[in-house]
């Protein structure tokens, strides 16, 4: 009977141990069909979390910015009724102390006495409703300059938070026509971009418009006048061209704010036609 068990348990880990390989040779080969990268859906969905953060951040701001102006608004109403009810306590008292002190004094009539203290409130009144007025004229002012200042900051954060969801979109697109597309929409956002301007001409020159990508880079170059990158494009277009000596002096410009940029020569498929030019040569060296 014993035997017959162990023989049993025997059978069954075998069988159990085939099911294990054949499951291994299953996983095995399903790996191998695998042809598209599984991350992908990752690096949409960190682009996805990102802009709804980004969003949730504006709308939390534009609170913020909402409440401060108007407990700024509240607490100039309050300075403003308190100043009045002030105003007022003292027009009273100085009422009460001139007919005490016109009536100890003697006056003729009560009529003389009504004019001198309409004179005396009215001069009063006026003299500190100006300085009311030229007070509350200046903190309506600073108010309204603290207003546009935080509006002004909150455009900015606005736009540079765009501008950084275009450049993780143009890094992740591949096709050239949209890349433009998106540099395109950084440049309506800010017109100075020098970065964008140098790498939209990159992109015109991998479609084969070198006139385009010159002008872009001349632009760029108007904006910074030491931006190494915008001098490389600018000698890719050149050499492409086969304008081979402007090609060489913008190389070495580039090279001269740019230094890094020598690791690409040997690289760059536009300078193709400048390999057998000992100028170039001497620049890889």
């Known amino acids: 009977m014993m035997k017959y068990i162990f023989a049993t348990l025997l059978l ?7 099911q294990q390989d054949t499951n291994r040779a299953s996983h095995d080969n399903n790996l191998k ?4 990268p599984m991350y992908q859906p990752l690096i949409e969905r960190y682009i996805l979390d990102e802009l709804k953060s980004v969003r949730q951040d504006q709308q939390q701001l534009r609170e913020d910015v909402t409440k401060q102006v108007t407990h700024s608004q509240l607490d100039a109403a309050d300075r403003a009724l308190t100043y009045t009810t002030d105003t007022v306590n003292n027009i009273l008292f100085i009422i009460t102390a001139t007919a ?9 009539s009560l009529r003389d006495i009504k004019s001198k203290v309409e004179d005396i409130v009215n001069r009063r009144v006026g003299d500190i409703t100006d300085e009311y007025e030229q007070r509350l004229q200046v903190l309506e002012d600073k108010l309204k300059a603290r207003s546009e200042e935080i ?15 275009l450049w993780m979109r143009a890094n992740l697109e591949s096709d050239m026509s949209s890349k433009i597309e998106i540099y395109d929409e950084i440049l309506k956002r800010k017109p100075d971009e020098v970065e964008a301007i140098a790498y939209k001409a990159d992109a015109l020159l991998e479609l084969g418009q070198t006139g385009v990508a010159i002008q872009l880079c001349n632009q760029a170059l108007e ?3 030491d931006y190494g990158y915008a001098f490389w494009q600018r000698a890719c277009a050149y050499a492409m ?4 000596s402007d090609a060489l002096a913008d190389i070495r410009m580039a090279l001269e704010y740019a230094p890094n940029l020598k690791n690409e020569l040997s690289n760059e498929a536009a300078f193709t036609s400048l390999h057998d030019n000992d100028d170039f040569k001497n620049l890889s060296i």
Request: hydrophobic fraction near 40%; proline fraction near 0%; charge should be neutral.
């Open 12 to 18: 069954f880990c075998n069988l159990c141990l085939a």
């Open 241 to 244: 061209l086969h304008q081979h």
């Open 33 to 36: 069909q695998v042809q598209q």
């Open 223 to 225: 904006l910074d006048n």
């Open 100 to 108: 005490s002190i016109l009536m100890l004094v003697g006056w003729n």
């Open 151 to 165: 509006l002004s900051n909150h455009k900015k954060i606005t736009i540079t938070n765009e501008v950084h969801s």
